[in-house]
């Protein structure tokens, strides 16, 4: 039987990010069940349509709009930072994307018309940016939704929230969210048609190493190997709250003169936000921070696991946060976490037991815990072994996959 599952998203690689990742890590799973996965990936004035393999993943990134419609977008790029002006142009930006949604539309109906296949489900992963694309697809078809983003808990904060929201997600058939903050959809929903389902890790992938397979990493990357090693696998964004670490580091290395410490930050290359990449880079320069810090990019998430193998600790200063990938990847490695009270953190991470958890936009806190974390204050060995046993138990990407080929299999078209 053939069976075809379209994964919508304006995120995927190489972009490198929490959507990003899940949605090669589940592509990966159900294809190993016999199921064919086709990404569909619209990138604006891309010139032609690019389609190639991933691991067997199908991978149609679509060519939308022309160069003007690119310089549009990124002018609303361009303004997207961390105020209330920032977020609306960053709302502006996402919602760019359904001028294509007639484009988008078509290209998807052709490829099911080509297929036939005698099953196929149309996955979701956008909100804002594929809303329009969605509402017309499911005048036909049935569509699963995974509610991944912070722009969901924006809106939970207006007025009128619920009839703002049931406007916006009521033509989907069933929406998953990886976690309870992302699936509060109480009186907006009926409750058989939305469920709170993790993101996973791959615990095959994401192990412990020993020190002197950590120490082999750390030359591979040029990372010294006598500092205590703080990865912060973030896109600089205002919503990750990587500005609030950088902070921290500030006051690590100038208040509590500790030199004894590296910081490597993945995805500082994600330029959707320029103006907040800009102000973070400015703080590093103007504080003498640059001979802490390593700057790896927008790297490849194959090699992400080596970046958290070779680490320490894990800081994830997000301001809002579903139940975060990286963070499991980390646990899952046996390493020392600290994220932020919001969110998913607190179903993953029990406070001194599994990890560390500081409040949002707090570089005082933080910066207190990432001390006495790496001067030895608390038993690190003990939280990491139950960090990595807690993650085989609940968050394997197998166990996420089945779980969501369950929901396709009451609603495949």
Known sequence: MKKIVYMITTLFYPSIGGVENHVYN??????????????????????????????????????????????????????????????????????????????????????????????????????ISSIKLS??????????????????LFLKKLPFSNLIIKKLTNHFKFIIAPSNELADFKDIRNENTYSFLSNGVDVEKFLPVTEIEKNNL?????????????????????????????????????????HNISFVFAGNDYLD????????????????????????????????????????????????????LSALEGMACGKIIIGTNVGGFPQI????????????????????????????????IKICEKARKFVEVKYSWSFICNNTISIYDKFWN
Request: charged content about 30%.
């Open 218 to 258: 750390r030359d591979k990357y040029n990372i010294p190997k006598d500092r205590v090693v703080v990865i912060c696998p973030r896109r600089w964004a205002p919503t990750k709250g990587v500005i609030y670490l950088v902070k921290a580091i500030d006051i690590l290395i100038n208040k509590y003169n500790i």
């Open 135 to 152: 509402k017309k697809l499911s005048k036909k078809y049935n569509i699963i939704f995974t509610n991944h983003t912070g722009e969901f």
């Open 273 to 324: 936000y320029p103006e907040y990449r800009d102000e973070i880079l400015n703080i590093i320069k103007n504080k003498s921070l640059e001979g802490y810090i390593y700057l790896q990019g927008n790297i490849d998430y194959k090699i992400m696991n080596e970046l958290i193998k070779m680490s320490d600790i894990v800081a994830i200063p997000s301001l809002m946060e579903a139940i975060s």
């Open 26 to 127: 589940l592509s990966k799973e159900l294809v190993k069940k016999d199921i064919i996965v086709k990404i569909i990936n619209p990138v604006i004035n891309l010139g032609k349509n690019d389609i190639y393999d991933l691991e067997g993943i199908e991978v149609h990134k679509i060519t939308v709009g022309n160069n003007e419609d690119e310089q549009k977008y990124l002018k609303y790029k361009s303004k997207s930072k961390q105020n209330l002006f920032g977020f609306f142009n960053g709302y502006k930006r996402k919602c760019y994307y359904n001028k294509f949604s007639n484009d988008v539309y078509e290209y998807i109906l052709k490829d099911i018309e080509l297929e036939r296949p005698d099953k196929f489900i149309l996955h979701q992963h956008d909100f």
């Open 349 to 380: 991470i029990q406070n001194a037991e599994t990890g560390f958890l500081v409040k949002p936009e707090d570089e005082e806190k933080l910066a207190q815990i990432i001390k006495d974390v790496s001067s030895g204050l608390y038993n690190n």
